[in-house]
């Protein structure tokens, strides 16, 4: 079975820092794409960040670029995303995505909520 697990959300202040983490089994956990989306409340998902490749290839979304740090521990087949300087509009619930080949897994998400 694949699945991935997301940890980490929580009630902040702006400014403050969190860290997220995405536990994946062996099944999902890829050196292959793998990725944070977030929903913020009455809109669409988005993509935040990416990892790609075992040379770990990063990109952003222009509104975290700068702020938030995407990376993964081939070790404890973990995706983090250091969130720093958070903002209100970083609010919503984070997922995380991996897609090894011919699969893709989601997880149920982790709400963050960043008041002003």
């Not at 959300?9 to 536990?23: D, E, F, I, P, T």
């Not at 089994?25 to 794409?33: E, V």
């Not at 993509?47 to 702020?67: F, N, P, Q």
Request: proline share 3%; with cysteine.
């Amino acid at each position: 079975q694949g699945h991935v697990v997301e940890s980490g959300g929580g009630l902040v202040q702006a400014g403050a820092s969190l860290r997220l983490s995405c536990k994946a089994t062996d099944r999902a956990f890829t050196t292959l794409h793998m990725a944070w989306h977030r929903q913020a409340p009455g809109k669409e998902r988005e993509l935040v960040a990416r990892i790609e490749g075992r040379g770990g290839s990063t990109s952003y979304a222009d509104s975290v670029k700068g702020r938030f740090t995407i990376s993964r521990d081939y070790a404890e087949k973990t995706l983090f995303l250091q969130m720093n300087n958070l903002k209100p509009e970083d609010t919503g619930v984070y997922y995380c995505n991996s897609q090894p080949l011919g699969a893709s897994y989601w997880g149920q998400g982790t709400q963050v909520v960043v008041s002003s």
